[in-house]
């Protein structure tokens, strides 16, 4: 079993920064395309970045695209999400996701991901 652990989140001001992280146990790490989603309150999970096994292939909401950077450390179990210059249509709850390989994967789609953290809230004021 694979658990996802989230931590970071906090309160912040507009054009502020943020680094959040999730770890994970239970598995090899490396066998597993990671991901962020978000879901913010009356709105459906949409997805935020995706990173493959290695860290070298990455991929962005268009809404995130140039403020925020999604890395991996397979040595630490350990998935981060740096935003940079965070508005407040960023607050949300982010949500860490592990998809393992062999199966059907897109990587903006929930359902490729078997694994869910708790989530970790991300308030950002104007």
């Known amino acids: 079993q694979v658990e996802l652990v989230e931590s970071g989140g906090g309160p912040v001001q507009a054009g502020d920064s943020l680094k959040v992280s999730c770890v994970q146990s239970?598995?090899?790490?490396?066998?597993?395309?990671m991901a962020w989603f978000r879901e913010a309150p009356g709105k459906e999970r949409e997805f935020v970045a995706a990173?493959?096994?290695?860290?070298?292939?990455?991929e962005y909401a268009d809404s995130v695209k140039g403020r925020f950077t999604i890395s991996r450390d397979n040595a630490k179990n350990t998935v981060y999400l740096k935003m940079n210059d965070l508005k407040p249509e960023d607050a949300a709850v982010y949500y860490c996701a592990a998809a393992a390989g062999g199966h059907q994967y897109t990587h903006f789609d929930p359902n490729s991901y078997q694994y869910w953290g708790q989530g970790t809230q991300v308030t950002v004021s104007s």
């Open positions: 990173i493959g096994y290695s860290g070298s292939t990455t």
């Open positions: 239970g598995r090899t790490f490396s066998r597993y395309y």
